[in-house]
């Protein structure tokens, strides 16, 4: 009993000395500065090698009853000579604690992507309140704090736009897909490669008035943040910009698109519309000689006619065939031009190496290091199969009769 | 065991110290020769209570015998007073003395025989004894028998006479069912006795009687099915309960406490029901049932964690529905445990895991808020627990208003006010109503005491704490037990064939109608069957994982 | 030891949980790089051969620990010496345990918490248990395994749906030969975590039955290690061998990876759930192998000595080393220079030496 007695009124003293002092991990949500996006710029001098923009959540403004009619998000900038430099540096102009786990946007200047991003990665896998889940983006051609500051219609943050437009673009009709950190650290680590990372910019000219609620006050806003392009590395420089076929070929490559359209054009003048879906791409590789080896790219890939406006037999089977081949040919178009661009830039950013190393894992050792040779005059041959499934709500377009 | 001694040795102090209103005279009080004076003894035994009931009668006709009938009113049923003992003592004892003209009422050998005819030929009530003890004849007369004493007869005739007013069988107040027998246990050992035989016409249910309470007298019954109750189980129980040594004993929550394995727990580890159909339904799955003279409450042992979880509905309802009930019975005592700390532990320490969206509106909303998250959780709960007080304590009719007003308008005022953020509101509301949804009210305040607790650990450790505490929490349940049976059965010890009613209600054609019902003291393997609460009985090991023992041991 | 029995499907709980410890959240086998799956089945196999000789141990003695045979097998001044070597074997496996779990943990989230406080609270708890009995630790094992194991299968079917598992990331096996697995073999994953399964000859008396006891246990760690190497299939390839292998707690970026609509996202949080119930079981163990140790080698009653025995596991775990780079390091030359001795020639001496004895001892027949 007695010692219970005393079990207890230890507890009572440690207690309240824990409660007191205890916590140390514990900051109260409205201590917290939540940011949604960082944008990372270089700057002229070493002292500011980085120059960190967060763009902070203003919740009150978003859900809050007492909202005073100012901009939903803030932007802060911190510079330093590294990435935890500038952190720090823009924590003291914050009264807050800047919180990076909710950060889902990370914006790189192409400046800075130009002269390598691999100092900047580091940081933000060995951070544990960062998240890996985070989409990565270079701005093309522009700063990349104009990006973060940037007035949205659709969300009241605009790196959350950003998240959004981004899923529209990959589910429907273009060639954007998610590109998180770990993907471009991968990417980064592939001999002879490097990662595809999306591409952003402001459609319309930026000025500092972009970053206001004026800016959505007309119709047409003045800017508009806007998903496009892939930014093609080597190893973590950025080497060119990809647009058009090559970025097609190249998403494909990657199996990362859900559905794209197709235009074939007529004879007659005109086009036909495919809508192209479930598109499995796979590299299969004969390395009888691992200096010379043979890729063959299979493509199968399902199409739905979307749009016909030609006096066509359509219920006819044969028709159908011609157009299947013709829908092969553009696709072997797609990645033709992927892969003619990548050996272009002198870099195997669409995992030939990749395929070749699970293959052949010695044959690989061997050409490992000079692989960008290698890869520059490997032969690709193309194994495609595209079926139309169906014409949809209709068979013969009424141009028929 | 050890304040149970301690009581014992105070009784006996109390017992040879001299009692008020006793006369300090050498003559011990008792039945005398005469009827005056053994009457002026009872008077003087009570202290000359005004609701003591003397009716003075000659019996015998012409050869008058003075004879005197006792009982307490209000205790006694004045009806059966009246027509049975009353009744028959001056119409039938008349040729009763006209059969022993020969002999004279002064000889000596008639003495003995006269009371004992009167109870064979005379007495009309249906229960009648000769007693000649004092004490037991003052507990039959405070429990509402009617004593008959005698002219020179050193017995008296006690007449079974109990009655007075009682409440009526009604609906239990504390477990409700939608679908089910609606009739309650009541205050009266014997009306509810029978509730319950009237459920089990068996011979092999059994019943025990023992009278515990050294000043109340109470009349506690043990049922139990034979054959179907583990015969060591029956042992434990009644051993148990016979080591009880208390002056009062006014309901079984007294019992609960004395008996149960481990004082020191917030578990609760056994059953308490006002139902007859839950304490009959239990008997037939050989658990042991106490009924304590003076309360509608009946304890069932061996209790475990999942039979807390478990309501008389689930057998009246289809058996998917009863899962479906159980199962959120289940979610909300761990809504009820962890809620609190887990808002807690999640704004304050992992704030990455709140999706974006709902992060933002709770930013929003802290923003002005003055208390940190855990002092608004803490006065919150508490505000709610007084709430909760204040609604059982009221008088029914504005009890329900003041919980009803207590929790909308105060809740509204304090968030309008900017004290308290909503979201806080709707946590502490959640885990209020989730302790609600429990069907055994014990296991819900055990609830709300664990859910202050985690609410320290999250506020210290967040996650950590949390984790911690529940890997404290089942090592602690686990070590309980319930008259042997370990309390988390039939999760820990795993046994497939005791999950026929736990988690989920199997339905009744799968558990086989021919089958006997579980047993879960037999489904056990030996070494699990260990009994706590007896030292000399216990195995050395056991021994230690009781911590009463240990302690007595260490003083 | 007296009549309390375990019942096996909770010997099997224990030793999943001990096995999985901290094994299951760190980047075990990774000197395997992306074949670290094989060469964790690889070490279980070897584990389960020492097994073996534990098990042939435990059969000569069943009512015995570890500490009580070694007397008995090499006599009373060789044997209580050899028996506070492993005494002290525990002691310094349950305070790398814990150091291991506190520090692990206050690199994952608890950055500022200080580490004393973190190992103290874990220990105390361990204690409370220990407090309560064996019996008691092995009937709430059973409760958290299932805790585990749905967390397990939680995370698991989530990183399917969220798409993130490429297992082309696990290929191609074997690239550089069977050398790297082996090795890796050979330097950590026999030991850690299998040949830790020596202090399970200390609860081994507990088990309920003594012909079917060690045959659970040998099934516990199959089971484990297919769990083991499931989850670092599922690591590598969700984040690749080479983020894998630089990550000390590879499984939180793993299931920081799930990400369903944005309403279940950083669910990492569940692995610190599974690397403190796993840190705490662990230690739990050794703990209660140390206690039982000393409460049979000095015969002192096993609740006196369990708040001295925290005190020193504790000031241990905090003396061991100053930061976990040193830990690590340390642990790592006492996995390959030490502790083969204690799990493999000790035993090995015992076993042969009570089969030699048994040889002569027994009648020969005819």
Redesign the interface.
Known sequence: ????IFGGIGVLFV?PM??LT?????????R?A?V?GVAIDRGDSEAERYKLSFQV?V??E???E?SRGISPVALYTGTGRTMFEALADASRQTARFL?L??V?VLVISEKFARAGIKDLLDVL?RE??T???SLIFISKGQPAREIMSTMTVFSKIPA?DLVEKLETTSKQFGYNFRM?V?DV??GI?IRGGGPVINGVFTRGEWTPASGSNDSLKSIEPRSILRVSSLAAFKDDKLKGWLTGDAALGTVLLHNRIKEFPVLLKQQEGGYFSFNIYQSQVSLAVESSDPEHPVFTVKITQQAALKEAPHPLDLTSPKVLEELSDRLIKESVKHIQAAVSTAKELGSDYLGFG?AL???D?RGWKKVRDHWEDVFADCEIRFDADVVIRHTDMRSNSFQIH | MKSGSNRKAQNAGADSAPRPGQPQGSVPLGLADTVAQSLLHIQTELGGSPDLQIRRIQIGGERRLEAAAVHLSGLADPAAVNEFVLGSLLNHTEELFLDRTDGGADSRGEEASLPQQILSRAMETGEALLQEEWKEIMLAILSGDTAILLEGCRAAILCGTRGGEQRAVSEPTSQLVVRGPKDGFVESVATNIALIRRRIKSAKLHLEVLKLGSETHTHVAMMYMKGIAGEDLIREARDRLNKIALNEILESGYIEELIQDKSFTPFPTIYNTERPDVAAGNLLEGRVVIIVDGTPFVLILPAVFTQFFQSAEDYSQRFDIAILMRLVRYLSFLVLILGPSVYLALTTYHYEMIPTTLLINLLSQRENVPFPAFVELLLMETAFEILREAGVRMPRAIGQTVSVVGALILGTAVVEAGIITPIMVIVVALTGIASFALPAYNMAIAGRIIRFAFLIMASIFGFYGITLGLILLVAHMSSLRSFGVPYLFPFVPLSIKGHKDTLFRMPLWLNGADKPPAQMREEMPDYMLLTTGHEEQLPPLIRKNCRTEEENREE | MGKVKIGLVEFFSLTVLFELGTALVVNLGMGAGRDAWLSILLGCAAGLMMFTGYAYLYRKHPNQPFTAYTRQILGKYIGAPVGLVYIILYINLAARDLRDGSTMLAMATMHNTPLFILSALMLLSGAYVLHKGVEVLSRTSMVFAFVVLGIGLFGTVMLILSGTINLHRLLPVLENGFQPVLRSVIHQNYMFPFGEMVCFTMLMPYLSSVKKGPWIIAAAMVFSALLLSFTMALNVSVLGADIVERSPLPLMPTISKISISDIIQRVDIFVVMVLIIGVFFKMAVFFAAALIGISDLFKIPYRKMLYPCALIILFTSMLDARSFIEHLDEGGTLLYRVYPYLMIVVPALLVIVTAVRDHFSAPRPG
Not at chain 1, 1 to 4: A, D, I, L, P, S
Not at chain 1, 22 to 30: A, K, M, Q
């Open positions: 009993m007695r010692n219970r207690l824990l409660l205890g916590c140390w991990d514990s900051v109260e949500l409205n917290r939540i949604s959540i919740a009150e978003i859900s809050g007492k919180s786990g909710h889902r896998e544990s309140d998240r890996l889940n959350n998180a770990d650290i991968r680590q990749r190393q699970r293959k894992p």
